[in-house]
């Protein structure tokens, strides 16, 4: 018996140990995972075959049409987001190859509204998907009816592989590719 105790009495100290570690631990933001970004399109048909069959995402829920009412959950949640006197709108949820998800946004409201390019103004800007075949991937938005804003450029020239270029989908919403990770794209300083 005498034995189990001292097995006790060691589990309980190593556990308020463990405990006291953890409250340090908790009181330090931690990195949160990125969930979705939301994207306003003008025709989410097209939208979706550009972003499934041009980024290769899947589609996790096809085009819906959501009616403004506050008899359902997510009535309820899209007056709270966008207010009243929207009607409807049509939705489609995709998601990336590493399980971010992409909500595509179709309002009858914006249909002839073109994004503005303004880096400059708080708020996003863009969004970025990364690809090996950086030169691969933009030829196809191309095609696809995006624009390429700018040439193919390399952070580190001579040295190191890693490339990004600006992009526009075909509604002129802005993206950036890159060929590498952003870790590491900049975690040897790429403004040196």
């Known amino acids: ?3 189990f ?4 009495y060691f589990s309980l100290m190593f556990l308020q140990v463990g405990q006291a570690q953890n409250k340090e631990e908790v009181a330090k933001p931690f990195p949160r995972t990125f969930s979705h970004i939301g994207i306003t399109v003008p025709n989410i048909e097209k939208a979706v075959k550009f972003y499934t069959e041009v980024l290769g995402f899947y589609t996790i829920m096809e085009p ?14 899209c007056i709270d987001v966008f207010g009243t006197g929207w ?3 049509n939705i489609a949820h995709l998601s990336t190859g590493d399980k971010i998800g992409v909500e595509l946004f179709e309002f009858p409201q914006s249909k002839d509204l073109k994004p503005s390019f303004e880096p400059f103004k ?4 863009h969004f970025a998907v990364q690809d090996p075949d950086i030169e ?3 030829a196809k938005i191309v095609v696809a009816g995006g624009k390429q804003r ?3 450029r390399a952070y580190y020239p001579g040295e190191k592989p890693y490339r ?5 989908d075909p509604f002129g919403n802005v993206f950036e590719v890159y060929s590498h990770s952003y870790e590491l794209n900049y975690s040897a300083g790429a403004y040196n």
């Open 136 to 138: 691969g991937l933009v």
């Open 5 to 8: 105790f001292t097995i006790v």
């Open 122 to 125: 708080t708020g996003l800007f």
């Open 64 to 77: 819906t049409t959501i009616k403004e009412e506050s008899d359902t959950a997510i009535g309820k949640m």
């Open 150 to 152: 700018m040439p193919i």
């Open 164 to 168: 990004m270029c600006y992009v526009e």
């Open 87 to 89: 009607k409807q709108f």
């Open 1 to 3: 018996m005498n034995k």
